[in-house]
């Protein structure tokens, strides 16, 4: 079963900030927290990853609580291309596999 | 960077034939994976390379599916007398050997059993 909890869809009007949320509060001291998304016939594509600090890159940021119990993913500035599935994914390389388990993400729908 | 390499996109084939997809992983990568993805689902793993070596494998990959990495750099996965239930998009990731390195996904084979 997947470590992360996803609403299953969201809207966000273009221009605005989206923000998706994700809930993994049973998340281990080692163990990163990645954000991917999926656009329709497309591999997931890499957005970020943290561990504890706040991390920002030129696509997204990503907040994570101080208890790491959840993290929130920020596009500053969203797009009609921005329209995908994200998927939440929490793993370390020291829980014994390198394996990724996904949930079944949430469905962000950018509107015109 | 090319990005990971997949094919075919696209496999058609008939139920009971056998099917073989390749993955060509970013350069230098040297950790491979292969997830199936269902329609509205997120991607489910199947198995792990660490160069040639298969390290992991899901219940998911019955005895007709094989994977192979012969050399440590492009990936095979075969199915043996497909099933309608095969029906899927087969994505292949790679990573570096770096700790929590995130995994590159390719655009995957989607494959149609009629």
């Known amino acids: 079963d997947a470590k992360t909890t996803q609403p299953p869809s969201m809207d966000c009007a273009e221009g605005r900030a989206a923000n998706l949320p994700c809930n993994h509060s049973t998340i281990s001291g080692n163990e990163y927290v990645y954000w991917y998304r999926q656009i329709h016939s497309q591999g997931p594509q890499y957005i970020i990853h943290?561990?504890?600090n706040n991390e920002t890159n030129e696509m997204a940021s990503l907040i994570i609580t101080e208890d790491r119990k959840s993290s929130t993913l920020i596009l500053p500035h969203a797009t009609l291309r921005d329209t995908a599935v994200y998927y939440c994914i929490v793993r370390g390389d020291l829980s014994g596999t390198y394996k990724y388990i996904f949930g079944t993400g949430t469905r962000l729908k950018v509107l015109a | 960077d090319t990005g990971v390499s997949q094919n075919p996109r696209h496999k058609i084939t008939k139920r009971g034939q056998n099917v073989t997809f390749r993955c060509d992983p970013i350069s230098e990568h040297n950790r491979l994976y292969w997830y199936r993805q269902t329609l509205g689902q997120g991607p489910e793993f199947l198995t792990y390379f660490q160069n040639e070596a298969q390290l992991e494998k899901s219940r998911l990959l019955s005895d007709r599916f094989s994977a192979e990495r012969p050399k440590g750099s492009f990936s095979t996965l075969e199915i043996q007398r497909t099933e309608q239930g095969d029906s899927a998009m087969y994505l292949c990731?790679?990573?570096?050997?770096?700790?929590?390195?995130?995994?590159?996904f390719g655009d995957g084979t989607r494959l149609s059993i009629l």
């Open positions: 990731a790679s990573s570096s050997d770096g700790s929590n390195q995130p995994q590159h």
């Open positions: 943290g561990l504890k």
